[in-house]
């Protein structure tokens, strides 16, 4: 099988190599674990902008929740996978998984 | 379809994107086991390699080190050894919060908790007992808190490792302490000092990509 007839099974909001390394990241830590954005920037070696962008997105969809606060008088943001991610992410790989296994490949 | 042209070329090609990425995120927050581990390996190695040449096993030492020598000596290697644990704890939770980082705090109090009960118990009994009786009591009840807390914490983490690594410090305690004194130095410093180093080594040799 391929990935042109694989696409259209997955999730679009997650099927885009960004989003997919940002989910499964966050899908790693706990659940109720939250990480600042610097920190998830450089884990992922993302650029502000890029991640900034994807977040949104993933923001949109009811993915991960971010939350705006402040340490002292510095503002943080804090991003988290919410439950529905986590279903996304899950639902996601099982997809994947189908999909290999339909045709007949290893991981 | 995806909206922004960045497709993941293929199902083996997610998987293995999604497995490396997860990958990642573990050794950035479980820490590294050079800095958890190795130190208080080595710390153990020599502290209780000189215990053990005071001790001897048959009750006459094999090299004229005092006992208070010996406790310097595992002291200050403890010390950098802990002082290397605290750096790569804090590094770990630079940026995080949430129910891990409140676990980790909890187990963090338990540690000294269990440090300072251990020690007001020894500090009470040492003084009724032989010299070399009384040391056997200080490292016998400071290992049974080692690894009653290592087993707790392969728990709470679900870091399977660790726990293996609370049951192996347990047991050869237990062995030590009824061999004695002398026994006790010297499968501390051998199995559980070099063996926490090559346990360490292996963690980190196993969590490189």
């Not at chain 1, 919410?82 to 290893?106: C, E, H, M, Q, V």
């Not at chain 2, 927050?29 to 502290?47: E, I, S």
């Not at chain 2, 009470?124 to 080692?146: C, K």
Request: aromatic share 10%; charged share 15%.
């Amino acid at each position: 099988m391929t990935a042109g007839n694989a696409v259209p099974e997955l999730d679009p909001v997650i099927h885009a190599q960004a989003r997919l390394r940002v989910v499964a990241a966050l899908n790693t830590m706990g659940s109720g674990d939250e990480i600042t954005f610097p920190a998830l920037k450089d884990l992922l070696g993302m650029t502000a902008g890029n991640l900034s962008v994807h977040l949104t997105k993933l923001e949109d969809a009811g993915y991960v929740q971010i939350t705006k606060t402040h340490k002292g008088r510095t503002p943080v943001t804090y991003v988290a996978l919410t439950k529905r991610g986590r279903l996304a992410f899950d639902d996601y790989t099982k997809a994947i998984r189908a999909l290999l296994d339909s045709a007949g490949g290893t991981p | 379809m995806v909206d922004d042209g960045e497709r993941v070329p293929s199902p083996e090609e997610t998987l293995r994107l999604i497995e490396e990425q997860q990958a990642a995120t573990v050794r950035r927050f479980r820490g590294d086991p050079l800095f958890m581990y190795v130190p208080w390996g080595v710390a153990w190695l020599v502290g209780f390699t000189c215990f053990f040449l005071h001790y001897g096993l048959d009750g006459k030492p094999y090299a004229p080190i005092s006992q208070n020598q010996a406790l310097t000596v595992l002291m200050i290697f403890q010390l950098i050894a802990g002082s290397l644990c605290a750096y790569e704890i804090t590094r770990m939770n630079i940026g995080v919060r949430g129910d891990t980082t409140a676990k980790g705090a909890m187990y963090g109090y338990a540690w000294f908790a269990g440090m300072v009960v251990m020690s007001v118990i020894a500090i009470r009994v040492s003084p009724m007992l032989p010299e070399a009786e009384s040391g056997l009591l200080w490292a016998g009840i400071s290992l049974l808190v080692v690894g009653v807390l290592y087993m707790t914490g392969g728990a709470i983490f679900l870091f399977w490792p660790m726990f293996f690594l609370g049951i192996g410090i347990s047991a050869v305690n237990g062995l030590g302490v009824l061999l004695g004194p002398g026994w006790h130095a010297l499968l501390t410093a051998v199995l559980l000092g070099f063996g926490q180093i090559v346990v360490g080594l292996w963690l980190r040799r196993r969590r490189c990509p």
